[in-house]
């Protein structure tokens, strides 16, 4: 049994502003603010880890982290929110991007039986020793939610917390997704493709074309075609000369700051629960926080 830990975690010019103004384009929204960078995220997932380690080496059972992997080039998390291909080099590489493990940001870990019985404190007792109430998990998640207790109330309610700026998220999306600006922009680059040559109603037709968006056998890489290489070249020019990602971006801008408007007391809460585990894990890291199971 393998066990993920993490927290799951989530555009400004008019359609009119074409050119090659879409190079270099700053692809931060507004509810960034309120979530955690990757880099932040790996560090609380790095404390988690090791308080889980420690508190399960107490009881004789000690988890250890499934081997690591080399990192692979790392996406902005708003990508694909904005269509983004800017990093994917699909002059080499077509749609897929370079050949490397895809990125995770939270650690995984085998899980025995034996593990289960202490990570998730389902004896009172384990080899002699009291086991913390609610195990390993819910002793580790206290010890980064220091200082939130008034916030947190219960594991529960993390959850929930985390739930909701997904789920926030997701309501901003498909509000921008509606968006008539969008669907302006979708036409524009349709109509661009087609004087090159492609056929696609919309951009993720491209990417969808089932000549190559498909399934590669489990650890080979996908073959790329020079077909599906011509496709992405000209999709990523079409997308940096139609304004298509100025018009995502003011898009999903204009629909995460409405979720924002309606939603501040409850994404303010997140946010300050979020850095509350960052800088206790950060203070465990400086040797400033002590772990007692």
């Known amino acids: 049994m393998t066990v993920a830990r993490g927290v799951a975690v989530l555009l400004v010019a008019a359609l009119s502003g074409c050119g090659a103004g879409d190079a270099g384009f700053d692809l931060a929204l507004p509810l ?28 004789g059972v000690e988890l250890k982290p499934s081997p690591p992997s080399a990192r692979g080039p790392e996406e902005h998390r708003n990508a694909a929110y904005l269509g983004w291909l800017g990093d994917r080099q699909v002059e ?45 998990l819910r002793r580790t ?98 997308r940096d000369t139609t304004g298509y990602y100025a018009a995502r971006r003011a898009a999903y801008r204009d629909s995460q700051q409405r979720i924002i408007a309606d939603n501040r007391a409850r994404l303010d809460r997140i946010k300050t629960i979020n850095r509350v585990q960052l800088e206790n894990a950060r203070r465990y890291l400086a040797g400033e926080l002590v772990a007692t199971w």
């Not at 050949?99 to 039986?113: E, K, R």
């Not at 007792?125 to 109430?133: D, L, Q, S, Y």
């Not at 496709?231 to 020019?237: E, F, G, I, Q």
């Open 92 to 136: 080499i590489y077509g749609y897929a991007g370079p050949p490397s493990p895809p990125v995770i940001d939270y650690t995984t870990y085998p899980v025995s039986d034996e593990q289960i019985v202490v990570l998730e404190g389902k004896r009172g007792k384990f080899h002699g020793r009291a086991v913390p109430a609610g195990g390993c």
């Open 32 to 59: 960034d603010a309120y979530d955690l960078s990757a880099a932040e995220r790996r560090v609380v997932d790095e404390v988690r880890f090791r308080l889980l380690a420690d508190c399960t080496r107490t009881y």
């Open 141 to 238: 998640e206290a010890i980064l939610d220091q200082g939130s207790v008034g916030l947190l109330g219960s594991k529960a309610a993390r959850v929930r917390e985390e739930q909701d700026f997904f789920l926030l998220a997701n309501d901003a999306s498909g509000q921008a997704s509606a968006d008539p600006r969008v669907r302006r922009a979708e036409q524009v680059w349709s109509d661009c493709m087609k004087d090159e040559g492609f056929d696609y109603p919309y951009a993720g037709a491209a990417v969808a074309d089932p000549r190559w968006a498909r399934t590669a056998k489990s650890g080979q890489p996908r073959k790329v075609t020079a077909a599906e290489i011509a496709t992405a070249t000209a999709d990523v020019a079409c």
